[in-house]
């Protein structure tokens, strides 16, 4: 017995046949993959049980008869979130073909009007984050810590339901290269909580990817907003690379990473300097890490375990990163900054960092992002990029951006000028 299905054809097509209600969609810069029911739910009150409990229901599905069955879904920031991961057997994949030219990035936008009007409110307050920056920038002197991501959300109340469909095929039409998701969360919600909840975005972030074998990772740290005008863009672009704090915050990230994965790999190829990577709304550092496992049975999942958080998403060193995120933020992250993706039978799979992304429920859309702190850092600007931060989703419901200033930079950064929320 197997429902899966392997098909090439435009993706667009897959995206149509998503459903918020009873349907997962992930897609990667390669293919793209949508699950639909039935479902068996697989939660666990502690995520360090969850990659053995995955494996074991991989192969109890096995042994019913369907032939690849896979684990699809997220897993939240904090190990004691929940999860909202799902065994799935009835599975569509399609490789990744462009989109039909009456479905160009100019056409796929989510009309706000479907909705109504929509207000807009800041959890917490931009002054309250400023300061808990501000605050981080003093533990630097008085703990061990050297880095802390601090995030924020913007509230989006809207009249009526939006369309999260189209919301999602926008995501996936303008962030081509990135990791387009939608998860279903009703099994993570409260017992009280009436209505979907829905947890959907485009990532630019891989945690980990694993086929066989072979392994590969790429952080993201140190961004910058991108500008229309080309020749600021390029300056923004070239500062970035030149901007000793960046540097330094990302080097962090791939040196933690580095050391929590050597000793599941028989080689590992970490580049010395990172490159640049882009999205429609930033630019970030990255660096394209490539490994060779000593053992192929270990599973995509349990990898991404033992990685996640990196101090892309949460700090370092980990533990003070995660008690300096419990005091200075002033609300539950939840699922904002975990993981989301899949894993098959074999161990194989991918797995995102879940950022640029929002939890959609009933009429309101929660917006999340973040900004990396280290000894150097600027609250304003800190500030400044996660405002740029919230534009990928935004635009994706339609959401008209907020403009912020930004102060002067340093001579590696840009000048005094206005970036869109």
């Known amino acids: 017995m197997d429902t899966t299905q392997n098909v090439a054809q435009r993706y667009d097509d897959l995206l149509d046949l998503y459903s918020q209600h009873n349907s997962l969609y992930f897609s990667s810069p390669s293919h793209s993959l949508l699950a639909k029911p039935p479902f068996a739910q697989l939660v666990s009150e502690r995520v360090g049980d969850i990659a053995q409990r995955a494996q074991e229901s991989l192969s109890i599905a096995k042994q019913l008869g369907f032939a690849d069955p896979i684990i699809m879904g997220a897993i939240g920031f904090d190990g004691e979130d929940a999860s909202a991961l799902r065994v799935c057997n009835n599975v569509i994949r399609q490789t990744k073909m462009p989109f039909a030219s009456s479905n160009t990035s100019g056409d796929i936008a989510f009309n706000p009007s479907q909705a109504g009007a929509h207000r807009i409110t800041s959890v917490p307050s931009g002054q309250v984050f400023k300061n808990s920056v501000n605050e981080a920038l003093a533990l630097f002197e008085q703990t061990p810590l050297q880095k802390v991501v601090l995030s924020r959300a913007l509230d989006v109340q809207f009249e009526a339901a939006p369309n999260i469909p189209l919301a999602l095929k926008s995501l996936a039409v303008k962030n081509p290269l990135g990791y387009t998701f939608a998860v279903p969360l009703n099994a993570a919600a409260p017992a009280t909580a009436v209505g979907n909840r829905v947890l959907i975005g485009a990532s630019p972030e891989l945690l980990l990817s694993k086929s066989g074998k072979d392994i590969h990772i790429h952080p993201l ?67 394209h890490i490539t490994a060779e496992l000593n053992d192929e049975t270990f599973s995509s999942l349990a990898l991404a375990l033992a990685l996640h958080p990196t101090p892309a998403v949460g700090g370092y060193p980990v533990a003070d990163a995660k008690q300096a995120i419990k005091k200075l933020e002033q609300y539950p992250r939840e699922f904002f900054t975990g993981i989301v993706g899949w894993c098959n039978a074999q161990g194989d799979g991918e797995w995102a960092i879940t950022i640029r992304c929002a939890e959609v429920f009933n009429h309101r859309v929660r917006v999340y992002a973040g900004a990396g702190v280290v000894a150097g850092s600027c609250a304003e600007k800190e500030y400044a990029e996660t405002a740029a931060k919230f534009n990928t989703v935004l635009n994706a419901f339609g959401v008209k951006p907020v403009k912020e200033r930004v102060p002067k930079q340093t001579k590696s950064k840009v000048s005094e000028e206005e970036v869109h929320v």
């Open 221 to 287: 740290a140190g961004s910058i907003a991108r500008s229309e005008n080309p020749n600021e863009d390029a300056q923004r672009a070239d500062g970035l690379l030149q901007s000793a704090k960046d540097l330094y915050e990302h080097r962090v990230v791939v040196d933690a990473i580095e050391k929590s994965l050597r000793p599941f790999c028989k080689s590992l190829r970490v580049p010395r300097t990172p490159s640049l990577m882009s999205t429609a709304t930033m630019w970030h550092l990255g660096t």
